[in-house]
């Protein structure tokens, strides 16, 4: 896959174009209403010559492919204040060969959902609308899926979500794109205007970028819980999403309601690191935990409560009052195995995003890009750690073979996300 799916640029010349082109629809349209004619499956035919000619790279497995070159080439960091898709269309326009990441999360997977009547309103949007048949490239299934019909958007595990790599998964009902790594080219043919208002670019201002889908794993058991990914994850070998978070949930009230703890269970910190075990460490390893201090009565939100709440009361007792407060009489065993749960699942955290990372760079080098765009992914609502993330990130450009540029989109230069990721890059 090195030179069949590169951009053609006399595509904007044909016929076919032609007539993409023309059913556009015009400047002034608003975002949602642009959002409703990308996501009308008769709309999405105008589209489905570029689809035809559209070539998907799955980045998912491609850790294990061997690199191309042994050469390795540190990328030039920038922060560039536009959102991502005015971003790359700038940049795209000055003849770069741009990847844009799209962080899907629990409201934008991979497209538009409907919500009733109306298409959801996502953070994203000023980012992929302008490339509408971002939504609509199914194989000869176009169109986007309807969410619920309580209007809320809300993630049900039990819900279908289409994905440009469906085979990839063991059951055809639990689909989630952004877990494919997914890059593919895609036109920009509109601008955003002030967030509000759809501006339909020249013909010849209009050009083609890839998009890499990526979700990172959700701490957070609101709206913003992903049970999809977090099943497909694989570390703790629960195969039900919505068991992993219902347990997410029930540790953090089981933590709230301890009275030597309280407030201090709703930190984001702790939801972080409550969600690293429950997501990243083997249940089968939970249970050897609650065999041996547990005296075998095994649940997942117990031994993850006893094992935080160790950590939580350390600040608050000195070492002869935990013992007596735990009950332990193996006190010493116990602490040196409740620290090793946490650091676990923090290391399988970021070897696996670490690895997602290195991917994307891959798949975006597969697609002979100069450039990225990228953001603090997964961070806020998700309540991925930036310090974290920044750190992964940077070990993963440390490893470019041919990405010369890479723009954080929505960020200004001083940062310190950005010379975080630069410090983890120079280093490795």
């Known amino acids: 896959m090195n030179s069949e799916h590169l951009i053609e640029k006399s595509y904007i010349e044909t016929p076919d174009f032609d007539s993409i082109y023309k059913n556009l629809p015009e400047t002034g349209t608003t975002t949602r209403a642009f ?56 940049l795209a326009q000055t003849g770069k060969k741009v990847v844009v990441l799209i962080f899907a999360d629990a409201t934008n997977v991979g497209g538009i959902y409907i919500t009733n009547s109306n298409p959801a309103w996502t953070q994203e949007e000023q980012t992929i609308l302008m490339a509408p048949e971002i939504y609509g490239y199914l194989g000869e299934n176009f169109g986007v899926k309807r969410i619920n019909n309580d209007n809320d958007s809300i993630y049900k595990a039990n819900q279908k979500r289409y994905s440009l790599n469906i085979d990839d998964y063991e ?37 083609e970028v890839s998009y890499a889908f990526f979700s990172m794993p959700s701490f957070n058991t609101g709206i913003n819980k992903d ?15 919505e068991l992993i978070y219902s347990n997410i949930s029930n540790i953090i009230s089981t933590l709230y309601e301890d009275k030597n703890i309280g ?22 390893k939970l249970k050897e935990f609650a065999n041996q201090y547990l005296k075998g009565e095994f649940s997942v939100v117990k ?26 009489k193996n ?10 749960v946490i650091v676990d699942s ?26 990225l765009v990228l953001g603090k992914i997964g961070c806020g609502a998700f309540l991925n750690d930036e310090n974290e993330i ?20 929505g960020m200004v230069e001083t940062d310190p996300f950005i010379e975080n990721v630069r410090k983890a890059m120079t280093k490795n």
């Open 331 to 340: 006190f010493l065993d116990f602490e040196k195995d409740r620290i090793r």
């Open 171 to 207: 059951n055809p009902n639990f689909i989630n794109p952004s877990y494919g790594y997914i890059l593919t080219n895609l036109l920009i043919t509109h601008n955003v205007s002030h967030c509000k208002s759809m501006v339909k670019l020249p013909k010849d201002k209009i050009v």
């Open 303 to 328: 031994t993850i409560s006893i094992i935080l709440k160790a950590k939580l009361l350390q600040d608050k007792y000195k070492e002869k009052k935990l013992k007596k407060e735990l009950k332990f």
């Open 35 to 90: 959002a409703a004619f990308t996501a009308d499956q008769e709309s999405q035919k105008i589209f489905y010559p570029h689809f035809n000619r559209i070539s998907l790279i799955n980045c998912r497995r491609l850790s294990k492919e061997k690199s191309f070159t042994k050469e390795k080439y540190l990328p030039i960091l920038t922060a560039i204040e536009d959102y991502s898709g005015p971003a790359a269309l700038k």
């Open 346 to 371: 923090h290391l399988n955290y970021v070897d696996w995003v670490y690895e997602k990372f290195s991917n994307l760079i891959k798949g975006a080098e597969m697609a002979e890009a100069d450039t």
């Open 227 to 241: 049970p999809i990914g977090a099943s497909l994850i694989g570390y703790s070998e629960e195969k039900d999403g």
């Open 390 to 409: 920044a750190e992964i990130m940077g070990r993963a450009l440390a490893n470019c073979k041919r990405i010369k540029y890479v723009y954080f989109a």
């Open 263 to 284: 407030q201090r269970a709703l930190s984001e910190s702790v939801s972080r690191t409550v969600g690293k075990i429950t997501i990243f460490y083997p249940v089968n």
